[in-house]
């Protein structure tokens, strides 16, 4: 059988984390795995490692949970090696997709144009409306979606407006803050009513495993094309995520990648056929 490990609650070490209570049980019916709990409030407060179970050999396992700073995975992923478990997904390969400039520039020809500007280094405003007309703003991993912070600022935006919103940023990022930041190109996407047309795609060991609707839109909407989703099958992970979304001239762009333990499933998603094809995918 294959393993996941999944964050406890923060109240109890011996259930899962409350948030994550759908993924644990479809796992569970599935019965092709056994899991492990790590205690959330020991390892992400206080950097100890405690888990429900101690592997007596070593075994391979599949993380499910929230993100982490890549220093912190690295972590996470010695302590564990530590105790006979190693994650399926290595530390190296964990920071190529979580970190996007990483990834980049394996996806730049079907992405959004984009400017990165690392930690420290001032964001020259006047550099940014040369190469783009209309732009979104995010660190290397997030960005600040459903917030007070402009999601889109063009081209009649000042120095001084543009710096006070940046302070907005770093306050709604808080110590999730990675990186540095992205100055990404807008990009005007298709509807369908009132949705947009997203979808999640999670690669499991070179394999399309699943394509979900991201946004809510119709099952009528259309799928990304299969050409374009077989280009990115074999990139440098066992398991991650692309989100693809339709533009309003019809073209496809990708919108994202994750690195595929962190990535949550889409709301339409049925979680025992997820979990039941991540068995299949990689027992390959």
Avoid at 46 to 74: A, C, F, T
Avoid at 78 to 85: F, M, P, S, V
Avoid at 119 to 124: A, E, L, S, T
Avoid at 186 to 207: A, C, P, S, W
Wanted: hydrophobic content about 35%; proline content about 4%.
């Amino acid at each position: 059988m294959e393993t996941i490990l999944f964050p406890s609650s923060y109240f109890s070490d011996n259930k899962v984390d409350e948030a994550l209570t759908a993924e644990y049980q479809a796992v569970i019916e599935t019965g092709l795995f056994n899991v492990i709990l790590f205690s959330y409030d020991k390892w992400f407060n206080n950097g100890i490692l405690k888990l429900s179970i101690n592997p007596d050999n070593h075994i391979h396992v599949i993380y499910r949970g929230w993100m982490m700073k890549p220093e912190q995975y690295n972590l996470f992923y010695n302590k564990l090696y530590e105790n006979n478990i190693e994650l399926v997904t290595s530390p190296e390969k964990y920071e190529l997709f979580h970190i996007f400039p990483n990834i980049y520039p394996l996806l730049k020809n079907d992405t959004a144009k984009m400017l990165v500007y690392p930690d420290g280094v001032p964001i020259n405003l006047n550099e940014v409306k040369q190469n783009f007309k209309k732009f979104m703003v995010k660190d290397f991993v997030k960005s600040v979606k459903g917030t007070s912070f402009t999601q889109c600022f063009d081209s009649s935006v000042t120095q001084a407006e543009f710096d006070n919103q940046m302070k907005l940023f770093y306050q709604y990022r808080g110590n999730l803050y990675t990186g540095g930041i992205c100055i990404k190109e807008y990009l005007n996407l298709k509807k369908y009513g009132t949705h947009t047309n997203e979808y999640r795609v999670f690669y499991i060991g070179g394999n399309i495993a699943t394509i979900s609707r991201n946004s809510g839109q119709s099952f009528y909407a259309p799928l990304p094309p299969n050409e374009l989703l077989e280009k990115y099958r074999f990139l440098n992970s066992p398991y991650y995520t692309i989100d693809y979304a339709e533009l309003e001239n019809g073209e496809w762009k990708i919108l994202e990648a994750g690195d595929g333990q962190v990535s949550g499933l889409s709301d339409f998603q049925d979680y025992n056929a997820y979990f039941r094809t991540l068995y299949q995918c990689l027992n390959k």
